[in-house]
């Protein structure tokens, strides 16, 4: 994968993401990537915080001070809010810039208590959050079972409001993706989602074509059979124009696709044109002389000296910079134009990404033969080996010292490890009390009064199961 366009390795060492720290969801989706035992383990504050703290020194250890890390595992709003911030401010204290992967089914109160101590002082004055939402999930508040992607557009709408909200109230900074898992059924919805979408606040949208990972019995045959280019297409005819990605490759192209850019109203405009040459010449020289640089959590004055010394030891990078800006201010329809999308508030990042995780059928295999150290001989299988060796996200175990792909973690490793969560963090349970009108014996009496039965879901610490809602 060494090519003019790739990122990794180059620019970036991959994102991250957490694992084994929450398994838990309180959503019955379908498709689920979620092992079956995932909701047999507790919710545990201190587990979450102790593990998050361990993965990101390792990261940090093997990968370099700077990264792009998810604290993901189950539902992060499960945590408390003191918990959920405890695990991002470690995070960062690793030099990590953390994003919350979450359903999105959570208030205002919740999310003030994040920001803010128990003193009302804000300790996270910039949060990122990645919020699902599609057709194929079940239990939201007030939409627990979506029919068409249109259902759901008021709540994408209410979770980047309430961002915005809490922006104007606390001066609190967010950077907010959508993600959306994308089957037979709502693939053909994917134009009119991109479309509304990008009217509603968020600086990124990622889809997913679904993968067969996790609980066999939330899966239907066919549900993954979408393709990358499936979804791509249908991305830009809800936009009504070329989405151009050529440009920068993320790791193994049969994985990831990525456009950057900017929306300037209802136009979204690219930073860099894979058509011209100009600026392939200046992604070139920046990855070539900016590569090692990170700006991401530099304070600006300390950025200004970083840019200053590149071009004093550069300076073709000054001209090639600004004739980059002349094209894409014409691409962007001009000055003027930009001027006014400014002042109306409609210029804003906007990054497309198509995610294609792979099943766990081929990932399996894979994964088997490329730690014995041989190449597959079925053809399906050594492209796995080749996509999982140019994976652009990984997962570390501090307890041996490996990070692994995505893919594996939750097509190998994630079912094992939730049958030892669950016992490490078995779920609470209550002794059942008696009924004083019962004549059993005093023996039934004890028997009875010993045993445990299952929280009711008003106990749990998580919240109401969404079987159980309504």
């Given at each position: 994968m060494r090519t003019?366009?790739?990122?990794?390795?180059?620019?970036?060492?991959?994102?991250?993401g957490t694992q084994g720290v929450f398994p838990a969801c309180n959503f019955t989706c379908s498709p689920c990537y979620h092992s079956a035992d995932a909701n047999k383990v507790r919710v545990d504050g201190g587990h979450t915080v102790a593990q998050v703290t361990a993965q990101m020194a390792e990261l940090r250890r093997q990968r370099g001070p700077r990264a792009h890390a998810q604290l993901i595992g189950g539902e992060v709003?499960?945590?408390?809010?003191?918990?959920?911030?405890?695990?991002?401010?470690?995070?960062?204290?690793?030099?990590?810039?953390?994003?919350?992967?979450?359903?999105?089914?959570?208030?205002?109160?919740?999310?003030?208590?994040?920001?803010?101590?128990?003193?009302?002082?804000?300790?996270?004055?910039?949060?990122?959050?990645?919020?699902?939402?599609?057709?194929?999930?079940?239990?939201?508040?007030?939409?627990?079972?979506?029919?068409?992607?249109?259902?759901?557009?008021?709540?994408?709408?209410?979770?980047?409001?309430?961002?915005?909200?809490?922006?104007?109230?606390?001066?609190?900074?967010?950077?907010?993706?959508?993600?959306?898992?994308?089957?037979?059924?709502?693939?053909?919805?994917?134009?009119?989602?991109?479309?509304?979408?990008a009217r509603m606040g968020y600086q990124m949208m990622s889809f997913q074509p679904a993968a067969s990972v996790g609980d066999d019995r939330r899966w239907s045959p066919g549900m993954n059979s979408v393709s990358i280019d499936d979804v791509w297409e249908r991305i830009e005819t809800g936009l009504g124009q070329r989405i151009a990605w050529q440009a920068l490759q993320f790791g193994h192209p049969s994985c990831n696709r990525t456009a950057?850019?900017?929306?300037?109203?209802?136009?979204?405009?690219p930073l860099l044109d894979p058509a011209s040459a100009k600026d392939l010449r200046v992604r070139d020289a920046e990855i070539a002389w900016l590569g090692a640089v990170s700006f991401r959590g530099t304070p600006i004055g300390w950025q200004a000296i970083k840019l200053a010394r590149i071009a004093v030891d550069h300076p073709a990078l000054v001209p090639l910079s600004l004739g980059w800006s002349v094209r894409f201010v014409r691409r962007a329809g001009g000055l003027g134009r930009l001027v006014r999308a400014l002042i109306r508030r409609e210029l804003r990042p906007m990054t497309f990404v198509v995610h294609n995780f792979m099943d766990a059928a081929v990932v399996a295999p894979a994964w088997a033969a490329t730690r014995a150290g041989t190449l597959s001989a079925d053809p399906e299988v050594r492209l796995a080996q080749d996509r999982l060796a140019g994976c652009f996200y990984g997962m570390a175990h501090p307890e041996t010292g490996e990070v692994v792909p995505a893919c594996v973690q939750h097509s190998v490793l994630d079912p094992e490890q939730n049958r030892q969560l669950k016992v490490l963090l078995p779920l609470p349970t209550l002794r059942a009390r008696p009924d004083p009108r019962s004549t059993t014996s005093t023996a039934q009496e004890s028997d009875a009064h010993h045993h445990t039965v299952p929280r009711r879901p008003h106990d749990d610490p998580r919240r109401l199961l969404p079987e159980r809602r309504g």
């Open positions: 003019p366009e790739q990122v990794l390795g180059r620019h970036s060492t991959g994102c991250e709003s499960l945590l408390s809010p003191d918990d959920h911030a405890a695990a991002l401010l470690a995070m960062r204290g690793a030099g990590r810039e953390p994003m919350s992967m979450t359903h999105g089914d959570f208030d205002a109160t919740y999310l003030d208590a994040l920001v803010c101590g128990p003193d009302g002082k804000v300790r996270l004055p910039r949060v990122s959050f990645a919020a699902h939402f599609d057709v194929t999930m079940r239990g939201r508040n007030g939409m627990p079972r979506p029919h068409t992607e249109a259902d759901l557009h008021e709540h994408r709408r209410a979770f980047a409001t309430m961002f915005a909200d809490l922006r104007r109230r606390k001066g609190v900074r967010s950077y907010l993706a959508h993600n959306m898992t994308v089957t037979p059924d709502n693939l053909d919805q994917v134009p009119e989602v991109a479309r509304e979408v950057i850019g900017l929306l300037v109203g209802p136009r979204w405009v």
